[in-house]
């Protein structure tokens, strides 16, 4: 089993900045990679950003060049670093962990992003 817990979340205006947090505890050896999705209301939970374990990342086109995925593997986190936010970007963002045979969620954390 692995634990996600998230934060971070908040409101903030637009063009502003937040940086999400997720630490994971328990049988993390067997992870192959993290990952942040959100899900808007009314929308379909979708990726936000992979990152695998070699290192390589993968982001979802609509945060290309203003989101940043990063994972501390000592500290057991991975973080999120979200810059020139859009009111589009509001969503409850959720941590998500991928160990080859399951899929671990966090319960998220909620970004609003005011006009």
């Known amino acids: 089993q692995v634990q996600l817990v998230e934060s971070g979340g908040g409101l903030v205006p637009a063009g502003g900045s937040l940086r999400l947090l997720c630490a994971y505890s328990?049988?993390?050896?067997?992870?192959?990679?993290m990952g942040w999705y959100r899900q808007a209301p009314g929308k379909q939970r979708g990726l936000v950003a992979l990152?695998?374990?070699?290192?390589?990342?993968n982001y979802a086109d609509s945060v290309k060049g203003r989101f940043t995925i990063s994972r501390d593997t000592p500290r057991n986190t991975v973080d999120l670093q979200m810059n020139s936010l859009k009111p589009e970007d509001t969503a409850v963002y959720y941590c998500?962990?991928?160990?080859?045979?399951?899929?671990?969620w966090g319960k998220g954390t909620l970004v609003t992003v005011s006009s």
């Open positions: 328990g049988r993390s050896l067997g992870i192959t990679s």
């Open positions: 998500n962990a991928h160990s080859g045979i399951k899929d671990y």
């Open positions: 990152i695998v374990s070699g290192g390589n990342t």
